[in-house]
Protein backbone atom coordinates (compact mmCIF):
# COMPACT_ATOMS: atom_id res chain seq x y z
CA UNK A 1 0.00 0.00 0.00
CA UNK A 2 2.46 2.33 0.74
CA UNK A 3 4.70 1.61 -2.48
CA UNK A 4 1.47 2.75 -4.37
CA UNK A 5 1.16 5.56 -2.14
CA UNK A 6 4.13 6.96 -2.94
CA UNK A 7 3.89 5.95 -6.91
CA UNK A 8 0.90 8.34 -6.95
CA UNK A 9 2.75 11.50 -5.21
CA UNK A 10 1.99 10.69 -1.96
CA UNK A 11 4.22 11.57 0.92
CA UNK A 12 2.21 9.73 3.89
CA UNK A 13 -1.49 7.91 4.18
CA UNK A 14 -2.40 11.23 5.83
CA UNK A 15 -1.18 12.93 2.93
CA UNK A 16 -4.10 10.49 0.41
CA UNK A 17 -6.70 10.63 3.58
CA UNK A 18 -6.13 14.74 3.46
CA UNK A 19 -6.80 14.34 -0.36
CA UNK A 20 -9.98 12.07 -0.76
CA UNK A 21 -11.95 14.19 2.08
CA UNK A 22 -10.53 17.57 0.25
CA UNK A 23 -12.38 15.19 -3.08
CA UNK A 24 -14.81 14.52 -1.01
CA UNK A 25 -16.12 17.53 0.15
CA UNK A 26 -15.36 19.47 -3.33
CA UNK A 27 -18.27 16.82 -4.50
CA UNK A 28 -20.45 17.77 -1.99
CA UNK A 29 -20.54 21.12 -2.84
CA UNK A 30 -20.43 20.81 -6.62
CA UNK A 31 -23.80 18.69 -6.24
CA UNK A 32 -25.39 21.14 -3.17
CA UNK A 33 -24.79 23.72 -6.18
CA UNK A 34 -26.13 21.80 -8.54
CA UNK A 35 -29.27 21.02 -6.91
CA UNK A 36 -29.82 24.49 -5.65
CA UNK A 37 -29.07 26.39 -8.68
CA UNK A 38 -29.57 24.37 -11.77
CA UNK A 39 -32.18 22.10 -11.47
CA UNK A 40 -35.59 23.55 -11.99
CA UNK A 41 -38.88 22.57 -10.89
CA UNK A 42 -40.02 22.49 -14.56
CA UNK A 43 -37.06 19.77 -14.59
CA UNK A 44 -38.40 17.58 -11.77
CA UNK A 45 -41.96 17.36 -12.92
CA UNK A 46 -41.12 16.57 -16.19
CA UNK A 47 -38.69 13.83 -14.88
CA UNK A 48 -41.71 12.90 -12.45
CA UNK A 49 -44.40 12.58 -14.98
CA UNK A 50 -41.95 10.29 -17.72
CA UNK A 51 -39.65 8.51 -15.12
CA UNK A 52 -41.53 7.55 -11.91
CA UNK A 53 -44.43 5.00 -11.56
CA UNK A 54 -46.34 2.66 -9.41
CA UNK A 55 -44.17 -0.50 -8.94
CA UNK A 56 -44.90 -3.19 -11.36
CA UNK A 57 -46.11 -6.86 -10.02
CA UNK A 58 -46.14 -9.52 -12.77
CA UNK A 59 -45.21 -12.80 -12.98
CA UNK A 60 -43.30 -13.89 -16.29
CA UNK A 61 -41.33 -17.33 -18.43
CA UNK A 62 -38.77 -16.46 -20.20
CA UNK A 63 -37.62 -18.64 -23.20
CA UNK A 64 -34.21 -17.97 -24.24
CA UNK A 65 -32.39 -19.18 -27.08
CA UNK A 66 -29.72 -21.70 -26.87
CA UNK A 67 -27.37 -19.76 -28.98
CA UNK A 68 -23.21 -19.86 -28.77
CA UNK A 69 -20.45 -17.70 -30.10
CA UNK A 70 -19.71 -20.76 -32.24
CA UNK A 71 -22.56 -20.81 -34.18
CA UNK A 72 -23.41 -19.92 -37.40
CA UNK A 73 -25.93 -17.65 -38.82
CA UNK A 74 -27.55 -20.39 -39.66
CA UNK A 75 -28.11 -22.16 -36.62
CA UNK A 76 -28.43 -19.11 -34.89
CA UNK A 77 -31.70 -18.49 -36.77
CA UNK A 78 -32.79 -22.12 -35.90
CA UNK A 79 -32.14 -21.60 -31.78
CA UNK A 80 -33.92 -18.06 -32.02
CA UNK A 81 -36.69 -19.82 -33.85
CA UNK A 82 -37.39 -22.94 -31.55
CA UNK A 83 -37.44 -20.06 -28.32
CA UNK A 84 -39.90 -18.63 -30.00
CA UNK A 85 -42.26 -21.69 -30.87
CA UNK A 86 -41.42 -22.62 -26.98
CA UNK A 87 -43.24 -19.70 -25.75
CA UNK A 88 -45.73 -19.64 -28.56
CA UNK A 89 -46.64 -23.03 -27.28
CA UNK A 90 -46.14 -21.79 -23.48
CA UNK A 91 -48.91 -19.36 -24.73
CA UNK A 92 -51.46 -21.91 -26.34
CA UNK A 93 -51.16 -23.88 -22.79
CA UNK A 94 -52.54 -20.70 -20.61
CA UNK A 95 -55.05 -20.12 -23.72
CA UNK A 96 -56.37 -23.49 -22.30
CA UNK A 97 -56.51 -22.82 -19.12
CA UNK A 98 -53.44 -24.36 -18.12
CA UNK A 99 -51.48 -22.68 -14.79
CA UNK A 100 -49.44 -19.85 -15.24
CA UNK A 101 -46.79 -20.42 -12.18
CA UNK A 102 -46.94 -24.08 -12.88
CA UNK A 103 -45.43 -23.27 -17.09
CA UNK A 104 -42.92 -20.65 -15.44
CA UNK A 105 -41.73 -23.63 -12.98
CA UNK A 106 -41.62 -26.07 -15.75
CA UNK A 107 -40.59 -23.22 -18.67
CA UNK A 108 -38.97 -20.81 -17.47
CA UNK A 109 -34.97 -20.24 -18.20
CA UNK A 110 -34.81 -17.27 -15.01
CA UNK A 111 -33.47 -19.65 -11.90
CA UNK A 112 -34.04 -16.40 -10.06
CA UNK A 113 -37.96 -16.45 -11.01
CA UNK A 114 -38.75 -20.03 -11.96
CA UNK A 115 -38.68 -21.63 -8.84
CA UNK A 116 -41.61 -19.06 -7.68
CA UNK A 117 -43.45 -19.11 -10.20
CA UNK A 118 -42.54 -16.73 -12.63
CA UNK A 119 -43.19 -14.07 -9.71
CA UNK A 120 -41.58 -10.39 -10.50
CA UNK A 121 -42.35 -8.29 -7.80
CA UNK A 122 -42.12 -4.61 -7.08
CA UNK A 123 -39.73 -3.30 -9.91
CA UNK A 124 -40.04 0.05 -12.21
CA UNK A 125 -39.72 0.77 -15.51
CA UNK A 126 -35.79 1.65 -14.47
CA UNK A 127 -35.54 -2.08 -13.91
CA UNK A 128 -36.21 -3.82 -16.99
CA UNK A 129 -35.63 -3.56 -20.36
CA UNK A 130 -37.86 -1.23 -22.73
CA UNK A 131 -39.69 -3.86 -24.37
CA UNK A 132 -40.49 -5.96 -21.00
CA UNK A 133 -42.02 -2.79 -19.03
CA UNK A 134 -43.68 -2.16 -22.44
CA UNK A 135 -45.72 -5.16 -22.85
CA UNK A 136 -46.10 -4.63 -19.03
CA UNK A 137 -47.70 -1.17 -19.12
CA UNK A 138 -50.27 -2.53 -21.67
CA UNK A 139 -51.54 -5.49 -20.46
CA UNK A 140 -54.36 -5.13 -18.08
CA UNK A 141 -54.35 -6.93 -14.33
CA UNK A 142 -54.92 -10.52 -14.83
CA UNK A 143 -53.85 -10.47 -18.25
CA UNK A 144 -51.28 -11.75 -19.85
CA UNK A 145 -49.79 -11.23 -23.33
CA UNK A 146 -51.01 -12.95 -26.46
CA UNK A 147 -47.85 -13.16 -28.13
CA UNK A 148 -44.29 -13.35 -27.23
CA UNK A 149 -42.58 -10.68 -25.80
CA UNK A 150 -38.87 -10.30 -27.62
CA UNK A 151 -36.55 -8.54 -26.07
CA UNK A 152 -32.46 -9.11 -26.07
CA UNK A 153 -33.39 -11.79 -23.64
CA UNK A 154 -35.09 -14.08 -25.39
CA UNK A 155 -38.61 -14.40 -25.72
CA UNK A 156 -41.17 -13.05 -22.34
CA UNK A 157 -44.75 -14.07 -21.50
CA UNK A 158 -45.49 -11.87 -19.41
CA UNK A 159 -48.73 -12.09 -16.47
CA UNK A 160 -49.79 -9.07 -15.01
CA UNK A 161 -50.93 -9.04 -11.86
CA UNK A 162 -50.97 -5.53 -10.59
CA UNK A 163 -49.30 -1.92 -10.75
CA UNK A 164 -49.01 0.23 -7.26
CA UNK A 165 -50.15 3.59 -7.63
CA UNK A 166 -47.81 6.35 -8.64
CA UNK A 167 -46.47 7.77 -5.53
CA UNK A 168 -46.85 11.36 -5.02
CA UNK A 169 -44.21 13.82 -6.19
CA UNK A 170 -43.29 15.02 -2.48
CA UNK A 171 -42.75 11.73 -1.65
CA UNK A 172 -40.00 10.79 -4.54
CA UNK A 173 -38.54 14.18 -5.02
CA UNK A 174 -34.74 13.50 -3.39
CA UNK A 175 -34.88 10.32 -5.87
CA UNK A 176 -35.48 12.78 -8.46
CA UNK A 177 -33.46 14.74 -7.55
CA UNK A 178 -30.27 12.63 -7.41
CA UNK A 179 -30.97 11.00 -10.50
CA UNK A 180 -31.19 14.34 -12.24
CA UNK A 181 -28.07 15.29 -10.32
CA UNK A 182 -26.60 12.15 -12.06
CA UNK A 183 -27.33 13.28 -15.31
CA UNK A 184 -25.72 16.66 -14.80
Do not use: C
Amino acid sequence: FKEALTEAGYKTEKDFADDVAEDYLLTLTAEKYIKENEITEEEINSYYETDITGEMHVRYILITPEVTDDMNDEQKAEAEATALAEANEVISKLKNGEDFAELASKHSDDASTSSQGGLFDGFVKSDVVEEFWNASVALEDGKYTTSPVESSYGYFVILRISQDEKPKVDDVKDEILENLLVKK
